[in-house]
């Protein structure tokens, strides 16, 4: 009896044991939609012969990922995007574009209103790994496809949405809050790390230790730190007859409330540091110039 007793014991402790763990993971159902609100500001200040120049870039895009097929666990998503607007505080004036105005003369908004509504695919793993993305370059191109491209605001705005919404920006915005899921079941307050890539218009390494702070039935509580850096060396990026090479590094703080069911982020707080330079080069100039810079995002993400 003893025997029994001990034995039964071992195996109540197993149970609240594994119990106690969580598999971080996405498991979301086919034919189901997902949203996704995302609202990010972004502080840029740069110092240019001596002359310091401030910019506020305000971001508002509202998504939804429709699950279309699950095959051999990967997830086929349909995004289409549905609200979206812009907002740029600078010295030489502000602007705000959003794909709700109705103002024929404002071309930049018209822009914006094109994306609304039409689907590209993407697909990803239950770790939320991006292995795929399709229609998006189609997409970005049919936005500007009827505009005056002498415009030197619309030439400016393509290349800023090529680096903002382009595949690429894409894929590394989106696993910032979903590649980040460690492999199998762990504890309260365990620990695991993670590497990836930006492509914020320059490349940026990341570095991340993300922990499992706590959860209960519906709500895990992730948070992560992540050291940033240009690469030592990296392509210079061309701007007409200039060429740029950026020369950065930082960090980002990240906290995510994830749904336990689906795998899903319901929110996501994240605030990313960089300072440094920029090495401005071209025929122009009879030597290069470093343009100091410090850029913060503060980025929200919800359901």
Avoid at 70 to 79: A, H, P, Q, R, S
Wanted: include cysteine; hydrophobic fraction near 40%.
């Amino acid at each position: 009896m003893k025997k029994l007793i001990f034995l039964f014991a071992i195996l109540f402790a197993v149970q609240i044991s594994f119990a106690k763990k969580l598999d971080l993971k996405l498991n979301l159902e086919k034919g189901e939609t997902y949203k996704q609100i995302m609202v990010s500001k972004t502080k840029v200040a740069q110092e240019v012969m001596g002359q310091k120049i401030d910019i506020l870039i305000t971001m508002h895009c509202t998504s939804s990922f429709k699950v279309v097929d699950i095959v051999d666990g990967n997830f086929k998503l349909e995004i289409c995007y549905d609200e979206m607007s812009m907002d740029m505080k600078m010295p030489q004036g502000n602007q705000s574009f959003s794909s709700e105005s109705n103002d024929e003369s404002d071309p930049l908004s018209a822009v914006l209103s094109k994306i609304i509504g039409k689907k590209f695919s993407m697909t990803m793993t239950e770790k939320g790994k991006v292995l795929e993305i399709e229609g998006m370059s189609e997409l970005m191109t049919s936005m500007f496809d009827d505009v005056e491209h002498s415009n030197p605001q619309i030439e400016q705005m393509k290349q800023q949405f090529e680096q903002a919404f382009g595949e690429d920006a894409f894929k590394n915005s989106f696993e910032k809050t979903t590649a980040i899921y460690p492999e199998g079941k762990i504890k309260k307050g365990a620990e695991w790390e993670s590497e990836s890539n930006q492509n914020m218009g320059f490349t940026i390494n990341s570095k991340s230790t993300y922990k499992l702070v706590d959860f209960d039935k519906s709500v895990a509580n992730v948070t992560g730190t992540s050291l940033l850096a240009t690469p030592e060396v990296s392509a210079a990026i061309e701007m007409g007859p200039m060429k740029m090479e950026y020369q950065l590094s930082g960090e980002m703080k990240t906290n995510m409330k994830i749904d336990r069911k689906t795998g899903w982020v319901k929110e996501a707080k994240m605030t990313q540091k960089l300072e440094g330079e920029i090495l401005m080069s071209g025929d122009n100039l009879p030597e290069a110039m470093k343009l100091p810079m410090k850029m913060q995002s503060d980025i929200m993400i919800t359901e």
